[in-house]
T-cell receptor, first 114, second 117 residues
Framework: DGGITQSPKYLFRKEGQNVTLSCEQN?????MYWYRQDPGQGLRLIYY???????QKGDIAEGYSVSREKKESFPLTVTSAQKNPTAFYLCASSQGVKSNQPQHFGDGTRLSIL | AQKITQTQPGMFVQEKEAVTLDCTYD???????LFWYKQPSSGEMIFLIY??????QNATEGRYSLNFQKARKSANLVISASQLGDSAMYFCAMREGETGTASKLTFGTGTRLQVTL
């Protein structure tokens, strides 16, 4: 079945450690996105990519990094510079970037500090 | 100013009744899209319905309809014949602008809907 796969479902980070969240899609979508969700809040955009080898910062990019080497993959690294990484991370993709194209989401990764 | 405002933190509705979840938005763009997503307790975000700023008809998808009032900048979600499985968080979101600038979805803070027997 076509969809977006995020792994792992749960992730724990030690102080000073970088961790990478995986996002893979087989929908043949051009655009991919990473969002962060804190309890009781909506989603905030971290990074997005419209095409392979290109990505842009969202509203809260500090302390995060991404790469887009393949169309189907958009991994997110939470670096040690991100001082408050505990959150629910959601990856999404869309066919393009026109305003009428919905984003489809993965099941998310919950990141916690040890 | 908030771009998307959802003023109802929580709502209750009886099974088989209809419920309206409120959403107001703020944008100076002429071209924009409005979306509603459902987030069950498991966490995934499920796309429900879309309304374009130039659409003259209100969007409908099965039991979901969107009451779009452009002059009031409101895009309320109506769920008819509520079911227990409708219990979840519901988020209104907006995408502004044309191609190239329309990548960002701005989300509201959500409304938690609880369907009761």
């Amino acid at each position: 079945d076509g969809g977006i796969t995020q792994s792992p479902k749960y992730l724990f980070r030690k102080e000073g450690q970088n961790v990478t969240l995986s996002c893979e899609q087989n929908l043949n979508h051009d655009a991919m996105y990473w969002y962060r969700q804190d309890p009781g809040q909506g989603l905030r955009l971290i990074y997005y990519s419209q095409i392979v080898n290109d990505f842009q910062k969202g509203d809260i990019a500090e302390g995060y990094s991404v790469s887009r080497e393949k169309k189907e993959s958009f991994p997110l690294t939470v670096t040690s510079a991100q001082k408050n990484p505990t959150a629910f991370y959601l990856c999404a993709s869309s066919q393009g970037v026109k305003s009428n194209q919905p984003q489809h989401f993965g099941d998310g990764t919950r990141l916690s500090i040890l | 100013a908030q771009k998307i405002t959802q003023t109802q933190p929580g709502m209750f509705v009886q099974e088989k009744e209809a419920v309206t979840l409120d959403c107001t938005y703020d944008t100076s763009d002429q071209s924009y899209g409005l979306f509603w997503y459902k987030q069950p307790s498991s966490g995934e975000m499920i796309f429900l319905i879309y309304q374009g700023s130039y659409d003259e008809q209100n969007a409908t998808e099965g039991r979901y309809s969107l009451n779009f009032q452009k002059a009031r900048k409101s895009a309320n979600l109506v769920i008819s014949a509520s079911q227990l499985g409708d219990s979840a968080m519901y988020f209104c979101a907006m995408r502004e602008g044309e191609t190239g600038t329309a990548s960002k979805l701005t989300f509201g803070t959500g409304t938690r809907l609880q369907v009761t027997l």
